[in-house]
């Protein structure tokens, strides 16, 4: 079977920086729905299109194609005591505009905690870069009624989403 609009297709991939430092690697494949659904990168799609198991690809993709422009003004100093007691560098946590439905809320990491402050980055954490996504494809099959009409991959059991 080959890539095409309403199938949900696995792949395994690993991301590079533009300096060919490996950003990430799954151990297991992820699942997408294909065909313009928002599962995965549109240049990434658009290069699998057509593909077949065990095809490779590789795109290189500028920040506005990945994981966007680094945007200073998602950086925030907060007040300590806005949160927890324990709270330290690394730590993520939910928000948004004060009117800003849940689905518009940011992950911000930790980057600095003093006595007073904690500064906050709502930024991805790969938001500015270039990087180079390689995959393999691993598996293809029409997509289900109900993965299309929700727009993503279901388990195999429905039970649950992919993530």
Known sequence: MIIAKDTVVS????LFDSEGELLEKVEEPVSYLHGGYDGIF???????????????????????????EYDHDLVEVEP???????VA????????ADDADEEDYLLFTVVEVTDDEVTVD???????KTITFNCTVTGVRKATEEELEHG????????????
């Open 11 to 14: 792949v395994s991939y690993e």
């Open 42 to 68: 549109p240049l990434v799609e658009e290069a699998l299109h057509g593909k077949r198991i065990g095809d490779h690809c590789s795109v290189t993709m500028q920040p506005d194609d990945a994981f966007g």
């Open 80 to 86: 300590r005591s806005s949160f927890p007691k324990d």
């Open 89 to 96: 560098v690394g730590m993520q946590f939910e928000g948004g």
């Open 122 to 128: 709502g930024n991805h954490p790969l938001s500015g």
């Open 152 to 163: 993503h991959v279901h388990d195999e059991n429905e039970s649950g989403h992919l993530h």
